[in-house]
């Protein structure tokens, strides 16, 4: 009987430690009793890369008429982690633009980081590291007659950042490990002008096409796919003429030097077309077609393409109305697909 009496009053003590360590780990999180990994997270903010123009160094804004920093990319609200181990995810975790810290499993991983606060992006194969890319939304326009054939028409895909961490070492119980993350651009802009020298004043409503961009990028390193596409933007009118600040995740198979990969001469016979299309005043619409293909050869990841001498002809002008036409008469040109969720 008295056996049983200090049997009892023994598992009462355990019960006890037992609820009064819940209650410690309840207040720190768990992270002591755990392993641990903090994230702090750096933004690179570029809009472009230099290949030989220096636009950064010989910026000239009264001529562009843009300051050099206006096209630079802001940080983030969401960014998501995913934790992969022998490659294959392990776990997902969400987090705001400043980092955080999270418990992990035992052995080796590595650490793919991505922004996720996006509107047209659309995520693919994230399961494996190695084949995890981004793309973007179909998008159409009835009026356009395609300009590479069988290029998928596309949305400018939204603000893109990206990370990979390889062979994060094995974290020892009660430990923790502080990953310092670089956030690189894997969008990139290219401020596109139109210059229309004779009958600019006559023009109401401008869009425009690039054909022969990439695709897609792959997340892991920033390369892009060898697949190509067009993509649709809307231009604002000038006096002079027209213009778009255009994103892009760049020329089509080009390995991103800033992610520690050295570019290439591949892809040279790739050519490059910017679509022009235009309302005039008098409802009529005109499209021009220009080789942009030397100006993409030092700008594979951002930059400026610029187009003049275009000009109208007295049969386009003429009959002028003299009113605009409105935006909702431009719409009837073109279908959006909605944003695919995942």
């Known amino acids: 009987m008295r056996l049983g009496k200090i049997m009892n009053r023994s598992a009462l003590a355990v019960l006890a ?7 410690a780990c309840r207040k720190d999180l768990c992270y002591n009793h755990f392993r641990a990994m903090n994230v702090m997270t750096q933004w690179e903010k570029a809009w472009e890369r230099d290949y030989g123009r220096k636009w950064e160094t010989n910026w000239n804004a009264a001529h562009w008429e843009h300051e050099y920093d206006e096209f630079l990319p802001g940080v983030p609200e969401g960014v ?4 992969y181990e022998d490659g294959k ?9 400043d980092g955080g810290a999270f418990m992990i499993g035992g052995g080796m991983h590595s650490m793919l980081i991505y922004n996720n606060d996006t509107r047209y992006i659309v995520f693919d194969d994230l399961a494996s590291a190695p084949a995890a890319k981004a793309s973007t939304t179909t998008r159409t326009r009835s009026s356009l007659k395609e300009l590479h054939q069988d290029e998928r028409t596309i949305n400018p895909p939204d603000v893109l950042y990206g990370a990979y961490l390889s062979d994060i070492p094995e974290v020892q119980l009660h430990g923790s490990f502080d990953a310092d993350v670089t956030m690189r651009p894997l969008v990139y802009t290219y401020l596109v002008r139109f210059g229309i020298s004779k009958g600019a004043e006559y023009v109401s409503l401008a869009r425009g096409a690039l054909a022969g961009m990439a695709e897609s990028v792959m997340l892991r390193d920033g390369s892009t796919s060898d697949d190509t596409a067009t993509i649709l933007f809307d231009c604002n009118v000038k006096e002079w003429g027209a213009e778009a600040d255009v994103r892009s995740f760049g020329v089509a198979g ?17 050519h490059y077309t910017l679509n ?14 220009f080789d942009v293909t030397d100006q993409m050869a030092d700008q594979p990841r951002g ?4 187009v003049d001498g275009i000009e109208l002809g007295e049969e386009d002008i003429s009959n002028d109305s003299g009113f605009d036409v409105n935006v909702s008469d431009w719409g009837e040109y073109e279908d959006i697909d909605l944003p695919i969720v995942h």
Do not use: H, Q, V, W
């Not at 430690?17 to 819940?22: G, Q």
């Not at 998501?80 to 934790?83: A, N, P």
């Not at 022009?276 to 077609?289: A, T, Y």
């Open 80 to 83: 998501t982690m995913i934790m």
């Open 303 to 306: 930059g400026i393409i610029e």
């Open 89 to 97: 995810e392990s776990s997902k975790n969400f987090f705001g633009p």
């Open 276 to 289: 022009l299309e235009i309302m005039l005043r008098n409802g009529r619409m005109r499209s021009f077609n």
């Open 254 to 270: 080009f390995p991103d030097k800033y992610y520690g990969r050295a570019s290439s001469d591949e892809g040279e016979d790739r």
């Open 17 to 23: 430690l037992l609820c009064l360590l819940l209650s």
